[in-house]
Each structure stands twice: as structure tokens, then as C-alpha cells.
């Protein structure tokens, strides 16, 4: 009887394009599309900027500094479109001469922190040529003291030790575009479940799985089986976007270091508590447009909540904990573990074993529900 | 076989069933009529199991419907109103998930495709299928499980008429079956139909429950009705129809009629006493 039950959904499902598109393309569009167009926004390594130059000293001094300036992969000249020119002016390498600033103009608009960016960029290159003046400066005095400025390194890897302790990496475009539209592609099981379920109770089909048998014990394991199989089958298509079509577009492949099983249990924590919301929604709701309208709306909110659409790094503390609340969060965070810490099954237990309690709660509440409607005949 | 003792049921301050009693009679079609709200889908739903009562009793072949639950599921169907299958799986797959379901015997199947005339759409999806190949599917849904009784909720609203002919046909078919039906429509014709039997329910009362033709014939009555195959000279020889092919005549006239008839070569089909037909009386019970 189950298994019946089982077929019959799995074929209902595949049949409505609508919902295939919802649970497998759009995810999927929005791993690539996210991925790379936030590429820069979380490597300011790789962030570039185009900038004009105006040369009013014109020595061998300024053309060295220039050279040096395009040898760096963070400068490239272009006049016609250049975000910011810098002009060097007269006697500017004269360091017997007192505020001789480079003046700097920004063309177009450079937003959020790119300026402190740019600013920071730009110091390290006239520092190192500074340095590389003066060192020459007192070669013939100091021999010792040049050759220890000379090897004077301004290269962040040489300048500073960073890591990150617990929660605090900063995950590449890919590693956070991935799990966010995996936890959001894997809710919107709301779809088909939705119109399927409303279907069956206007037309009174659950009245007559009623009539044979067919307990809501039964009617609600039949819709939880193959949306778990379903919300499986998107984590590792998702997951095969990120490390194997992502690289096609000069973006970074998503790089799974943790446990496949911890992929595996969280992945099932996270469906149950999809589906639970889902089978919730279209239990409560009263008919498949509304059931779609608030599963679509609160799909947005829990993903806006819990870090999808903004990453909860870059959110105030408050918003922080705030995201806690969202199931959403609860996925995502495992995931990042798994992706960004090598997490094994203990360390996503917790958040997978939330997931799942939510889930229940959710069918739990829903099955009581589905039952007083069946008795009303609504 | 079915029993249905002072059944009572409210909904809040609402009841919707009040001490209702009536019994049906093993393999008759049983017509249950009543206005919107007289009770009737409570009655249905009560009889599949569907809502608790709140006092009463009824009994199927010698079961308790409450109790026996589950065994008066697997005698007994329904074929709802709505059609209650899914649309977007093929009239196979539909056939098969149901039959599945109740372990339904390859005869039972065949034996309900058969009866439905569904052999030829059977790798058809169920949504492209005309009105009233839907009601027939939904019908053959609730023969799957060889039920003794069927309960038929308006089975053949918004169909062409040819389409509800043929479910007719086959619903009075179920007779030689022995098939028990308990059939409400809000077609007075189609109960007078096929129904041996009727019980009209009003406020969650019985009104009254009779056989068919003792409630239409009113022998101690002058009036007669005669129905006629329908021919258009008829409403030129100014005679009281109540409609295109029926007149009402009393006893006194009926020899003059009769030759009147003969003389214009209308033929008659039916000669019922009684000055009702069931519309007519199931308005006068129910006013």
C-alpha cells in the first residue's frame, strides 16, 4: 500500500515541470549567477581596479614607479574606462621635500569598502617603493641597514598571520552560494507538494484513501518519502554544479572537505524540515494559489533571515542571532562546516538533529490538522 | 443490511442529523433525497466512516460501523461528487494505485473496467478524458474492491446526457450484480429511475421512506398520468401536459385519451396513477 503511495507521488511529481523547474533549475541558475557575479565581493585579492595615470614629474623615478605599479595584478591602465586617476607630481620622489601627496581622483563610483581596498593596495606598492629609494639612499652609508630595508617584504603573507577561530571564516562566492541555494532550493518542495496535497482534499481523493484503509499516518509517510529522495537527489546535483560547472565560469570550485556522511545527515535533517514546513503550509492552507503564495513568501523571509540572500558574516550581531531562528540558518551553517572545517557526522549532529525535530513538530502539527479537516470534509 | 437507528449528530449548536432511522434492503438501489443541508452528505459521511456520530447506532451485514471500521471499508465504497482521482496519472495508473491500495483481484479490475467501458482509454491520462469518461472512471475507482454496497454522492452532475444514460444503465446493473446502492442526486427523474426505494430526509429528519412505486401511486386519487414517446403533435390536441411528453388526465377521460392517442399515432410508455410525480411530491413533503 505504501509503496503504491510512494509511486504515485514520485509520478505526479515528475510530471509537473513547474515544480522540476522551482526544485532543480532555478537553484541551480542561482549557484552559477551568484557565484560569480559575488566572486570579487568575497576575494579582495582578486579585486582589480583600472586606473589612469598622469605623470607631471616624468623622471626615470615616476616611470619606475609606474612600472611597478602595473607589475601588480591589482592595477591595470585603462584611460577610457578608468575608475580612479592618479597623478604623480613634480619632484615626488624628492624625499627631501616635505607633503608631496599623490593626488587621486575617483572617476566612477567605487562602492562599499572598495576605496579602503584601493587605498590599501596603492600603500603597499608606494611603501615598497619608498623603501626601495631610501634603501639606495643610504647604500653607501649603511651597507647593513640598506640590505636589511631592501629585504623588507609589505606582502600581507609576509606582514601577517591570519586564521580563524570557530564561526569566523569567510567563505569564497562559492562555498556560501552553494549551500545557500541548496537549503533554498531544497524548501520549495512547497510547489508541487502543495498542489498535489490541495488537489487531493478539494477533490476529496484523501477522503477516499480515507474510505479504503489509507490511515494519515500512512498519507503523510507516502508524501515524506520521496521528497527526501527528491531533496536528496537536488544536495548532490547542487553540489556537482558548485565543484564541476562553477569552474567554467573564472569562478572557484566548491571544494568539500568535510564527511560525505555529514553531507548525508544533514542533507536529511534539513529535507525533513522542509517537508514538515511544507506539508504544514499545504495542510493549513485553502487552496493551491495560497499555499504557493505563503510557502513562496516564507521561503524568501527564512532564506533572507537565515543568511541565504545576505551572508550572515557581513550582518550586525543582532541580525545575527536574529538568523538563528530560521531553519534555513540551522542548514547553512552545517553545510559550512562541512565545506570550510572538514566537519564530520558529530559536528553537524546538533544542527541536523534540530532540523529534524523542527520537521517532526511541523508533521506532527500537520497530521492533526489534516485529520480534523478530513472529519469536516474541507 | 443497512440499519440506521435514531442517528443524532450536531456540529456546535447545529445538528445536522436528529434521531434518524431508516433501513435498506440488501441488493435494492436505494435513492436518498433530500434539499442542500437536509443531511444527507453527513448521513453518507457518517455511513463511510468519515465523521463520528454523537448517539445512535447503525449496522452493516450484521457489523458495526464504528467498531468494524476497517471491515465495513474493505464491503463497502463510495464514489464521490468530485472526482476523486488524479488527473495527471493515465486511466491505468489510476486504476492500478486504487487497486492497489485495496488489493484489488485482476476480475475485480477487469470486472469494473468492463462494466465502465474504460478498455479503450486506458493509456489515456485521466485529464484528457470528456466529462463523463471521468465519472465513469471514478465510478470503476470505487468497484475495485468488489464492494456489497455502494454509496453514489451525485454521481452524474454536469454531464452530457448520453453519459449519464449510460451510468444509469450501468448503476441499475449493479442490481443483478448484487450489489446494495444507496444513491442520492438532486434528479428527481433519475431516482424514479432506478431507485426501488426512497427515503427523503429534510433538517436531518426522515420524512418519509417508501418504495418507489407505492409513493407515486396514489390509487385512491382520480388523476392518472400518462407518459408518452415524445412526439410534437402532442401539444396541438390541447390536452394538460406537465411537460413535452406527459399529461394529466383523470379516470373519467382516460378511454376518450386513449383514442385520441391512437388516432394520432402517439404512442404511450408509461400509465401511472397517482396525481404526483416524485418532484412534485418530494416539494409538497419538503415546503
Known amino acids: ?378 | 443490511m443497512l440499519k440506521v437507528t435514531e442517528l443524532t449528530k450536531s456540529y456546535g449548536d447545529v445538528t445536522a442529523l436528529n434521531a434518524l432511522s431508516l433501513t435498506v434492503q440488501e441488493g435494492s438501489v436505494f435513492g436518498l433525497l433530500g434539499v442542500n443541508g437536509a443531511g444527507k452528505t453527513t448521513l453518507l459521511s457518517i455511513l463511510n466512516g468519515l465523521i463520528g456520530i454523537d448517539s445512535g447506532k447503525i449496522e452493516l451485514f450484521g457489523l458495526d460501523i464504528i467498531k468494524d471500521r476497517k471491515e465495513i471499508n474493505s464491503i463497502s465504497s463510495i464514489i464521490p461528487q468530485h472526482l476523486a482521482f488524479y488527473e495527471n496519472l493515465s486511466v491505468k495508473e489510476n486504476i492500478n494505485f486504487f487497486a492497489s491500495l485495496q488489493n484489488a483481484s485482476k476480475s475485480a479490475i477487469s470486472n469494473a473496467i468492463e462494466i465502465n467501458s474504460l478498455e479503450g482509454l486506458y493509456k489515456q491520462k485521466a485529464s484528457t478524458l470528456s466529462g463523463g469518461q471521468k465519472r465513469r472512471l471514478n465510478i470503476a475507482i470505487g468497484l475495485l474492491n468488489n464492494p456489497k454496497i455502494i454509496y453514489f454522492d451525485e454521481p452524474t452532475v454536469g454531464i452530457d446526457p448520453k453519459s449519464r444514460n449510460e451510468i444509469l444503465d450501468s448503476i441499475a446493473s449493479y442490481k443483478e450484480l448484487g450489489i446494495t446502492v444507496v444513491y442520492t442526486s438532486h434528479y428527481m427523474n433519475e431516482i424514479e429511475r432506478i431507485c426501488d426505494e426512497v427515503a427523503i430526509i429534510d433538517k436531518g429528519e426522515l420524512i418519509k421512506q417508501a418504495k418507489l412505486d407505492d409513493l407515486l401511486s396514489n390509487r385512491s386519487s382520480d388523476k392518472i398520468l400518462i407518459e408518452t414517446i415524445f412526439n410534437t403533435k402532442l401539444s396541438s390536441l390541447g390536452l394538460k401536459l406537465l411537460d413535452a411528453a406527459t399529461i394529466e388526465s383523470s379516470q373519467k377521460e382516460l378511454t376518450q385519451l386513449l383514442t385520441l392517442l391512437e388516432n394520432n399515432q402517439i404512442f404511450i410508455k408509461q400509465i401511472r396513477y397517482g396525481s404526483s410525480n416524485l418532484e412534485k411530491y418530494f416539494l409538497e413533503v419538503t415546503a
Open chain 1, 1 to 378: 500500500m505504501l509503496w503504491a503511495m510512494i509511486k504515485k507521488e514520485f509520478l505526479l511529481v515528475s510530471r509537473d515541470k513547474h515544480a522540476l523547474l522551482a526544485l532543480f533549475v532555478m537553484p541551480a541558475i542561482f549557484i552559477l549567477v551568484m557565484s560569480v557575479a559575488l566572486k570579487e565581493q568575497f576575494n579582495q585579492d582578486a579585486i582589480s581596479f583600472h586606473i589612469e595615470i598622469k605623470d607631471e614629474d616624468k623622471t626615470k623615478e615616476s616611470a619606475k614607479f609606474i612600472k611597478k605599479l602595473f607589475a601588480s595584478s591589482s592595477f591595470s591602465l585603462d584611460e577610457e574606462s578608468a575608475e580612479l586617476r592618479i597623478t604623480i607630481p613634480k619632484s615626488y620622489y624628492d624625499l627631501s621635500r616635505k607633503n608631496q601627496n599623490l593626488d587621486i581622483v575617483v572617476l566612477g563610483s567605487l562602492k562599499g569598502g572598495l576605496l579602503e581596498v584601493f587605498k590599501a593596495k596603492l600603500l603597499k606598492v608606494v611603501m615598497d617603493f619608498k623603501l626601495d629609494q631610501m634603501s639606495k639612499k643610504i647604500k653607501k652609508t649603511d651597507f647593513q641597514a640598506s640590505k636589511a630595508m631592501k629585504k623588507m617584504s609589505l606582502e600581507y603573507v609576509d606582514l601577517y598571520n591570519i586564521s580563524y577561530e570557530n564561526k569566523e571564516y569567510i567563505p569564497s562566492s562559492t562555498q556560501q552560494s552553494v549551500p545557500s541555494w541548496i537549503v533554498f532550493g531544497m524548501f520549495f518542495v512547497i510547489i508541487p507538494m502543495s498542489t498535489i496535497f490541495i488537489n487531493e482534499r478539494k477533490q476529496n481523493t484523501l477522503q477516499r484513501l480515507t474510505t479504503m484503509n489509507v490511515s494519515i499516518f500512512k498519507m503523510t509517510l507516502a508524501k515524506i518519502v520521496p521528497y527526501l529522495v527528491i531533496n536528496h537527489i537536488q544536495v548532490w546535483i547542487m553540489l556537482g554544479v558548485g565543484v564541476f560547472i562553477v569552474p567554467f565560469f573564472d569562478t572557484p570550485a566548491l571544494e568539500v572537505t568535510g564527511s560525505f556522511m555529514a553531507i548525508e545527515v544533514l542533507s536529511f535533517g534539513l529535507s525533513l524540515s522542509a517537508i514538515g514546513l511544507s506539508v504544514l503550509i499545504a495542510v493549513s492552507a485553502t487552496s493551491a494559489e495560497q499555499a504557493t503564495t505563503i510557502g513562496g513568501i516564507s521561503n524568501i523571509l527564512l532564506g533572507a533571515i537565515g543568511g541565504v540572500m545576505v551572508p550572515k558574516f557581513i550582518m550586525p550581531e543582532s541580525m545575527q542571532t536574529l538568523a538563528n531562528i530560521s531553519p534555513m540558518s540551522w542548514g547553512l551553517d552545517g553545510f559550512l562546516d562541512i565545506f570550510m572545517k572538514s566537519a564530520d557526522i558529530s559536528m553537524v549532529a546538533y544542527n541536523a538533529s534540530l532540523l529534524a525535530l523542527f520537521g517532526l513538530v511541523a508533521l506532527s502539527i500537520s497530521m492533526i490538522i489534516l485529520k480534523i479537516r478530513i472529519s469536516r470534509g474541507l
